[in-house]
């Protein structure tokens, strides 16, 4: 089955629109953490008291980049032209876009978690 | 045609002299001006922001010089005021942002294999603009009205007028219409990277300076709309005393700030990525290798201009704003240095691998490379909020900001200078001189701003236009000021050596031995661009293609021939560069300049408030911007084209496919986020007040802005109506959709305007009704200009230039409607049903 689905997976289109799909959700994750506390901070002075939904919107923003880099990562080992993979074919072009956005998902990963961590520690507006 | 009918001489002989003759420059004193090809506008372009330049620069030193001891009195404050707003306006919108754009609209052809940029017209129009803009604004120091609030024009003593003069006016005015011009600028080069690529350079081919350029050109389309918005409320504050930013008003100074950050950060990187983009091609040269780990640089492009609009607050950090919201900003700060730091390690690994040539051009990259490192760490420093409240607007700022912008722009433009001049002018520059500018500016750099880190710590603020002797920090001063000097000197020689070069013989072509397509242009320049357009097969094409050049030279590609005489390029798909079609270019013409010109009368009358001549300037350029686009989207003499090779394009495309199309999709993303800063001032306005909309006002009401809304609808659906039908082929029910959507966007003027003027809403008394009535005129001007594109097509289709098969003029006016009715639905959403549930 798994291996079903990462042929599957191959044979998916990667495009300049899914290369951006991780740092595009890291930007909407990163509008979304301001958005909420600038709103509370100046609605009701404090930020919400239970940020549960703060981490599920965070557990959601890291899964959906975890699969953009998931599928990134089997389309980049799809076999097809030899190494170096710097040629005018089809595959090595699939293979960098995938590459790339397989790149692009860690670095919003971790731009996620930087995002998220001073909830952890900062507990009200001041 | 096939590859052997090249052997023939006479054949390639006569290709030659057509190709010449269509791409024939216009000559005499005036008609030169009107040129449109790449290789011209982007000289001039570059000259003009390189003059600039200086221009500011000697502003810098004026400055240096009343700052060389305690309690001078070179200049006046006032005076003072003036030089380091103009120096660092100049800098940031005249010479940096332009100068890139300049030297892509000279490189980006080149290194594409196409013969000119999609839009050859779009880039001399904004060319004249800036030009324009550029002399206005710099020229007001002679006149001692120059802009004297900063380069961030911080509210509220900019937009009171009893405390700021003509300079606020000429900063807002003058500099949102060369944001415009950097708006065209964008849209002309994401076309050209996306769609003008030559057969075979699928993305994993293109050159890296082109990666860079692309996410360069989107971050313009994100980052400049916004501070557009921020001038207009900045304007119709200072001329109709509208309080945006008026505290006593409901306004907030802070609004200006965000919106003038939201650009502004983003524009650091802005600046900063075309010249890694130059090293990325410089590096590989004389490294005499490919450049490594080519997908992290392009990671290193994209992944930096997401984070850029991230930090935008780390500017704000002393502003009060509430810890949990800096936190996010500097954790964004800080996340930003993982992509810089990549692309510098993958060029240091490049050198590290290959076999370097110590050329000029790679001792600039170098040298720049360690000052911008040491930029780079201060800024993480201030990127640590406790850290900033230390440094905040202390020279220690000012010493950051010049490592990053003189090590991660000005020095790299250098680099790049040396490393291109022979590719524009045939001629290299001399290495001595060049080498001994490099150490000059290298040790005249560190020895101005290396002290101002310790000033500033030690507690000098800044943009002040003295200071006392007690402080004790004269001699770190007057280090900064011989420092200025020293630079300024080296500066002086690179202008020695260009000044020189007229006087020099021609190099070899390819000189430095690149494998890049650039440098397939002949020394003795000719201005078809590229003489056939070639197949890609690799990254480092004249290294790794065997007989590349012969093969180009030869005219062995695709369109070695100018058969009717017309400017022609090739056009490709997105992904994988396939031939689309074969686009003809505008030549030489004298509507970009006029519109340029008529359009700067509509931003200068206005600054010395002569709204009736700048109304009757708008109408102008309304009337040379409909003959310029009359003159587009013409129908072929014939459907389709033989470009060799037995492939034969089509001449005429429209939609998703053609240039055009994709044109004015990016001209409405960046318009679209126009629009969502006034937006966001509406809604920040909602977060400052306990209540808001406050309860004494009662417009617009529910009432007129649904009717507007739906009559925008209803003229969005006949124009979709309008296009099915046109592609049906019935020309009359076309025409009658088409007047009927006009007649309806002309309807949704008034009906939008109701709501505000029926319900008695003072725009000058409170931010509420300014914004509301903001909000409104942005719409229905919008569903004016909207009015005007239906009718266009209808005329269009009435003289027989829109036909079902030759239908680019109402699939863009379809696109447009698409954008108007998002406008439209957030506009009137807003403004009718937000106050009923606030």
Known sequence: ?126 | MSLHDQDDLALRHAQEERLRAAWEPPRGLFLRWTDTNNNRVGVWYTLTAFGFMLFAGVLALIMRTQLAVPDNDLVSPATFNQLFTLHGSAMMFLFAVPMFEAVSIILLPQLLGARDLPFPRLSAFGYWSFLLGGVFVLGSIFFNVAPDGGWFMYPPFTTRTDLSGLGADIWMLGLSFIEVSSVAAAVELIVGILKFRPPGMRLNLMPLYAWYILVVAVMILFAFPPLIAGDLLFEMERLLGWPFFDASKGGDPLLWQHLFWIFGHPEVYIIFLPSIALFAMLVPTFSQRHLLGYPYIVLAAVGTAFLSFGLWVHHMFATGLPKISLAFFSAASQAVVIPTGVQIFALIATIAAGRVIFSTPMLYATGSLAIFVIGGLTGVMVAIVPFDWQAHDTYFVVAHLHYVLIGGTLLPLIAGLYYYWPLITGKKLSDKLGRTAFWIMFAGANLTFFPMHFSGLLGMPRRVVTYSAELGIGWLNMLSTAGSYVFAAGMLVVVVDLCLSPRRAKAARNPWNAGTLEWLALPEDENWGIRSVPLIETRYPIWDQPDFMRKVDEGRFFLPDAEEGRRETISTTVLDARPLAVVRLGGPSWLPMMTAFALGGVFIFTTYHLYWAALASGFLTLAVTLRWLWTTAEIPEKPLKPIGHGLELPLYISGPQAPGWWAMFITMIADATAFSGLVFGYYFFWTIHPEFPPPWADGPGLGWPMIALAITLAGWVATIMARTMNKRDAALPTRLLLGAAGLLSVLAIPAGLAGPWLSGLDPTAHSYPAIVWTLAIWTVAHSGVGAIAQFYALARSLAGRMTAQYDADIRNVTLYHHFMVFTAIVTWCTLGLFPEVA
Do not use: N
């Open chain 1, 1 to 126: 089955m798994i291996r079903k689905l990462h042929s599957h997976i191959g044979s998916l289109q990667a495009t300049l629109w899914t290369l951006i799909v991780a740092p595009t959700t890291w930007a909407v994750h990163f509008l979304f953490s301001y958005l909420w506390a600038a709103v509370y901070c100046a609605k009701t002075g404090q930020f919400a008291e239970e940020p549960l939904v703060y981490w599920v919107g965070t557990g959601l923003a890291l899964l959906v980049i975890a699969i953009s880099g998931y599928i990134a990562v089997i389309q980049s080992r799809v076999p097809g032209d030899p190494a170096p993979h710097e040629h005018s074919t089809e595959s090595d072009r699939l293979r960098f876009i995938a590459y790339s956005t397989m790149l692009l998902a860690g670095l919003s990963f971790i731009g996620v978690i930087f995002t998220a961590a001073p909830v952890l520690i900062l507990e009200d507006c001041r």
